[in-house]
């Protein structure tokens, strides 16, 4: 374990000053359509957010649409580095009754990933990138967005953008860590001044013993 960590207790620290300089009690009781929400009416400068937010404003006009823009994940003293929002893994069951079928149908998807790519509006990008060749040509002029050329920073987002329990793989255990929000407990109690910094890196590193112990 790697959490209870010299690092890990200066990342508390500064987040507990991002907190006290910058941010509301609210953000303790963030929902998941609350970044949207935040953003679109004004009320925030940064979120950490998939692309519903640009989306969203630009399916209803909003006026506040071309002042929203686009980063890459912020670079650390390390690398430019962030988790996927999302991440689809296809299976088809022992016990299905027509495998054949469904093999074919995951088959036929991959094939004609570029058709969901842009029925999509960008959201899901390709695990093979030979399904979309002409991806960075494709997101630097997208006649939806304000400017045209909005998306055009996501074309190396495969280059900075990783897995849940990297540079590990995402597990059972670390699934079960991120569902039981053992990382955002860690920062949400040093930021509200509950917990000092070296005890909540602790109290994390054996809620995760603890996990990985029960997947093993």
């Given at each position: 374990?790697?959490?209870?960590?010299k690092q890990t207790?200066?990342?508390?620290?500064?987040?507990?000053?991002?907190y006290?300089?910058t941010?509301t009690?609210?953000v303790?009781t963030?929902?998941p359509p609350s970044?949207?929400?935040a953003?679109l009416?004004?009320?925030v400068s940064f979120v950490?957010?998939?692309?519903s937010?640009?989306?969203?404003s630009?399916?209803e006009h909003?006026?506040?649409?071309?002042k929203i823009?686009?980063s890459?994940a912020?670079?650390?003293?390390?690398?430019?580095?962030?988790?996927?929002h999302v991440?689809?893994?296809?299976?088809i069951w022992?016990?299905a009754?027509?495998?054949e079928?469904?093999?074919q149908?995951?088959?036929d998807?991959?094939?004609?990933?570029h058709d969901?790519?842009?029925?999509?509006q960008?959201y899901n990008f390709?695990?093979?990138?030979?399904?979309v060749p002409n991806l960075q040509?494709e997101i630097a002029?997208?006649?939806?967005?304000?400017?045209?050329d909005k998306?055009?920073?996501?074309?190396?987002?495969?280059?900075?953008?990783?897995?849940i329990g990297?540079?590990?793989y995402a597990?059972?255990?670390?699934?079960?860590?991120?569902k039981?929000?053992?990382?955002p407990?860690?920062f949400?109690?040093?930021?509200?001044?509950?917990?000092a910094?070296?005890?909540?890196a602790?109290?994390?590193?054996?809620e995760?013993?603890r996990i990985?112990?029960r997947?093993?």
């Amino acid at each position: 374990m790697t959490i209870n960590s010299k690092q890990t207790i200066e990342a508390l620290k500064f987040m507990k000053a991002l907190y006290q300089d910058t941010e509301t009690p609210e953000v303790f009781t963030w929902t998941p359509p609350s970044n949207n929400q935040a953003m679109l009416a004004g009320r925030v400068s940064f979120v950490m957010n998939a692309i519903s937010i640009t989306r969203q404003s630009e399916r209803e006009h909003l006026p506040i649409d071309s002042k929203i823009m686009i980063s890459p994940a912020l670079k650390g003293p390390v690398r430019r580095v962030a988790a996927e929002h999302v991440m689809n893994c296809y299976v088809i069951w022992e016990f299905a009754e027509n495998k054949e079928s469904a093999q074919q149908f995951l088959i036929d998807y991959m094939d004609h990933f570029h058709d969901g790519f842009v029925a999509g509006q960008f959201y899901n990008f390709p695990c093979f990138p030979t399904t979309v060749p002409n991806l960075q040509k494709e997101i630097a002029n997208d006649p939806r967005a304000n400017p045209p050329d909005k998306y055009k920073v996501l074309g190396n987002v495969l280059e900075w953008a990783t897995n849940i329990g990297y540079p590990g793989y995402a597990t059972a255990a670390i699934d079960e860590a991120f569902k039981t929000w053992v990382i955002p407990t860690m920062f949400a109690k040093v930021a509200r001044g509950d917990e000092a910094p070296e005890n909540a890196a602790k109290a994390a590193e054996e809620e995760y013993k603890r996990i990985f112990a029960r997947w093993k």
